[in-house]
């Protein structure tokens, strides 16, 4: 465990966090779990319960590696779409066409990059259910689907979406995702944990995801995402991201502190504005932030602000930032080991539970 700039009441959120994540593995939400808050001035970070359920199993340490699963929609893709907009490269009403000229699915000359940032395209399908496509035959999917309605109308959350945003910016960047994230992020903030290249960390520092009946093996040190896995080797938008949650940490302490870390500039004000007001037109259905959802009660719990946003994975992780209120939660597990569960209703109660504490506790603080 560390902590710093501890106080008597950091002492205390640390405990009632540690006694709350340890009842989790207790009731097997997760074999194990790393998470890190960031409360006023205490920073704390944490590890707990093992990698597997077996009585053998390594334990979890902070320097556990967890496949983050969606977290890669955010962090880094949307963020680095963020980026090239503040230097001018791209800009929000930008035709995907112009940068993805391959693209000749439903409204082509309409489609722009605010969409994607937002997900207010509506393809109507799981990219999921044509995991048994090639590469090649899946991207040709994606780059050819019709919409089920105009883009802008609809908030309608998928892969595709920001599969096709992570094209935009490797073409705009010059370079791949995960060289492009290196450069403008994971090196810069000391994120030296975080990659798209699982294989290349020693054996036993990556967590299990799933015993996949599809794969026919257990998935480790690979992506998860079943549309992620058959593009390989393309890197894509949409998952494939692995970090730890002290990495994690290093880049929500980076948008708290108004977008700068080590007398670098990352982000704007500006732009660390358009992750958290939401971008959809009111009384519109829901709301989100560029790039980031916004808001949402049931991974962000009760506590949350309408400035509240982060990213879940499906894999069982979850970031958290509420820069007015200088706060982060990341909570990285593998949920989803052995098996996936009928639905997210038990780790987002999990997820909710530890944001309420650490709200709960900045508001007392405060």
Known sequence: MTLS?????????????????????NRRVFPGCSAGVIAGDCRWCGSFGKLTYEPASDSVSEETVYDVASI?????????????????????????????????????????????????????????????????????KI???????????????????????????????????????????FKPLGMRRTTFHPERLAAGAVAPAEDDPWRGRVVCAEVHDESAFALRPRIV???????????????????????????????????????????????????????????????????CGAATFGKTGFTGCSIVVDPGRKTAIVLLSNHTFPRRRRDRSLINEVRAGLADIVFEAVATVR
Not at 121 to 133: C, W
Not at 148 to 174: D, H
């Open 5 to 25: 700039a501890s106080t008597g009441k950091g002492d205390y959120l640390v405990a009632k966090v540690s006694a709350y994540l340890e009842d989790a593995v």
């Open 72 to 140: 890669t929609k955010s962090l880094p893709v949307s963020s680095l779409a963020l980026t090239l907009i503040e230097k001018g490269v791209l800009n929000c009403d930008d035709r995907l066409i112009d940068t993805v000229p391959e693209f000749n699915g439903g409204y082509r000359q309409e489609i722009t990059i605010r969409h994607l940032l937002t997900h207010t395209l509506d393809f109507g399908f799981r990219l999921s259910a044509f995991k048994h496509l090639s590469g090649s035959e899946l991207l040709a």
């Open 143 to 185: 780059l050819s689907a019709p919409l089920r309605r105009a883009p802008g109308s609809t908030f309608s959350y998928a892969n595709a979406t920001s599969i096709l945003l992570g094209l935009s910016v490797e073409r705009l960047s010059g370079r791949p995702l995960d060289e492009a994230a290196d450069g403008c992020f």
């Open 237 to 303: 938008g949409s998952a494939g991201l692995f970090s730890t949650a002290p990495d994690l940490l290093k880049f929500a302490a980076m948008l708290i502190d108004k977008g700068t870390a080590g007398g670098k500039r990352f982000f704007l004000p500006e732009t660390i504005g358009m992750m958290h007001s939401n971008a959809l037109a009111a009384g519109g259905n829901g709301c989100t932030g560029y790039g980031w959802e916004l808001a949402k009660r049931s991974f962000m719990g009760k506590r």
